[in-house]
Nanobody, 133 residues
Framework: QLRLVETGGGLGQPGGSLSLSCSAS????????IAWFSQVPGKEREGVSCITNSPAHPQMGDSVTGRFTVSIDSATNTVVLQMDDLKPEDAGAYYC??????????????????????????WGQGVQVIVST
């Protein structure tokens, strides 16, 4: 059973940095992708980034390109979202989500397209990001 645990987040200042970590376990397929979604009250979850393993191939949403980076440690199945140059609109609940498949091109396609929550098979509990002075 896939299990995802997020850590990090909290309060960051505009222009500052925060880091989110997602530790995944229970994969039964060789290939997987882990995405980050953000959500604010009253709105749907929005894809922020996605990265696949073997090889690592990161994808970033337009609103965070150049400010956020995502990395993966395939040995520990841990994905880190580094959030730099924070903006007030980055605030919200952040969830990591995972998809796995025996075929790499399947997870690659899911991570490369507009991220859709139904494509992901497991979710973390979420962490809060607050951006304020």
């Amino acid at each position: 059973q896939l299990r995802l645990v997020e850590t990090g987040g909290g309060l960051g200042q505009p222009g500052g940095s925060l880091s989110l970590s997602c530790s995944a376990s229970g994969f039964t397929s060789d290939y997987y992708g882990i995405a980050w979604f953000s959500q604010v009250p009253g709105k749907e979850r929005e894809g922020v980034s996605c990265i696949t393993n073997s090889p690592a191939h990161p994808q970033m949403g337009d609103s965070v390109t150049g400010r956020f980076t995502v990395s993966i440690d395939s040995a520990t199945n841990t994905v880190v979202l580094q959030m730099d140059d924070l903006k007030p609109e980055d605030a919200g609940a952040y969830y990591c989500a995972a998809v796995q498949n025996r075929l790499h091109y399947v997870v690659e396609r899911i991570c490369a397209l507009t991220l859709r929550p139904p494509d992901f098979q497991a979710w973390g509990q979420g962490v809060q990001v607050i951006v304020s002075t």
